[in-house]
C-alpha cells in the first residue's frame, strides 16, 4: 500500500503492472467453464497465477475466518467483478464470514433444526424462509408443491441460474443432546437439509447485497420432500425451473472436514429403485407337499436367480446392486403357505441400466414363479414416487464448480470423490438441465460431527455454513458473469 505514496509515477506504473498480470489469465478462466473440452488445458493457468500472486499457500478454513476477520474492507460494498478475480472470491467470503452475519445464519438454522418437519409438512420451515427473504426484499413464489418457495435475485433478465435447498426432516429421534436439540418427538434433522435450507439463505443474503453484481437472475429454490415424495419432481412440475438453464445444490457431508468441497463428473449418485413381489401357490400341509404349489421354493429360486442380474448380466466396470432385503413366508411350522412377500431395492449410475434392472426384476419374478407352477406380481412402486433417477453432473457445470470451490477455499481444499451408491432426487433437476451436486464438509473429531447421516447421533460443525453460503453466491455470481450478457 505504501507504493502509492511514493510517487505518482510509480503508482501509475504499478497499477498498469497488476492490470497486465490480472486480465491475462482471466480470459482463460472464462472460456475454460464455456468449453468444458478445452477446460482441462485452460485451468492450470489460472491456478498458477493465483499461486504465485495471491494466494502463496492454499488456506486452511481457520485461515479463511482469520481473513475476514482482520478485514479492513466494507463487507456490505462490492467491487465491479465482471472480470472475476480473487478479490471477488474473497469479498464473497468476507461478507459471509462477518461475524454478524455468521450469527444469524446459524440463528436460522438451530430454529429449523428444533423444530423438523417431514416431507410436505415443512410449513414453518417455509414461514420462516419466507419472512427472512421478506426482510432481505426479496421477491418470491409461494406455494409450489405445498411449502416450496422460488425466489429470484438479480436483473429478472436471462440468464437464470438456481440454487436448491431441501427442507425436510425425517422421522428418527435425535440422540444428540444439545441446546438446539430438536423439540419435535421421533423427528429430525438427520440428514443435515436445516443446514442446507440455512445456507442458502445466507447465499440470499450474500448475492442481496451484491445485486448490482448480478449480470441476469439468481433463482433460490426451497423444496419440500427430498427424503420422500419427490418433492423436486413436484416442485418442476409447478414451475421451479421456469427459465432456468442450469441448476446447482450442495448435501453436507462427514466424510470431509469442515469446509472441504468435494465433486465429481458424471454419475456421482445412483438411481434408486424399490420393489415388492408377491409369488403365490397353493396352500397345503407341509407333511403332503405334492397336493400344495410350494410358493417358497419359486420364491428362493428368484432369490437366487435375482442375484445373477448383476453377476451375469451387468458391465463388472458399471456399478450395479440388487438386493432382496425381507422374505415373508408367515410362521407356520407345518404348511406349505398360500403366498410369499419379498421386498428389496436396485441401484445403478446410468438411467438406460437402471430401467433394465428394472425390467429383469419383473421378468425373473415371473418366470421362476413359472417353473414352479405359482404366478407372480411385482411392484415398483411407481405412483408412490420412490423411483430416483441417478443424479449426473454436467461437464461444464462441475467445471464450474470445482473452479470456484478452488479459487473460494483453496485448491487442497476441493476434492474429487468416487461415485456413491446412495440416491438424491436432485436427480430430478439434472435430468432435465446441466446440473452439478456437490458435497461439503462438516466433520469434526472435537465436536463429535462425524456421524453418518440418518443416523440419531448426526450433527454438523456449524462452521460449515457462512462458507456453504459463500460457496454457493459465488457460484451463481460468477456463473451469470460468464454466461451473463
Ligand atoms: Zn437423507
Ligand atoms: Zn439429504
New binding site residues.
Partial sequence: MKFFLNSYKKAIFFTIFIYCMLITPLKGAKTSVSSSSSSSDQQPKLITYFKSTTLLKTPTIKDLQNQSRTSKINLFTSSDCSIWTKECSNEILKIAQKTEHVKWIKSVRRKIHEHPELAFQEFETSKLVRQELEKMEISYRFPLATTGIRATIGSGQPPFVALRA?MDALPIQEAVEWEHKSKIAGKMHA???DA?VAMLIGAARILKAREKNLKGTVVLIFQPA??AGNGAKRMMKAGALENVEAIFAA?VSHQHPTGVIGSRTGPLLAGCGFFKAVISGKTGQASNPHHSIDPVLAASAAVISLQTIVSRESNPLDSQVVSVTSFNAGDNLDVIPESVILSGTFRAFSTINFYQLLKRIREVFTEQASVFRCSATVDFFEDKDTIYPPTVNDDTMYEHVRMVASDLVGTTNFKVVPPMMGA?DFSFYSEVIPAAFFYIGIRNETLGSIHT?HSPHFMIDEDVLPIGAATHAAIAERYLNEYGS
Fill in positions: 431441501d440428514c443435515g437439509h442446507h427430498e427424503e448435501h438424491e447421516g
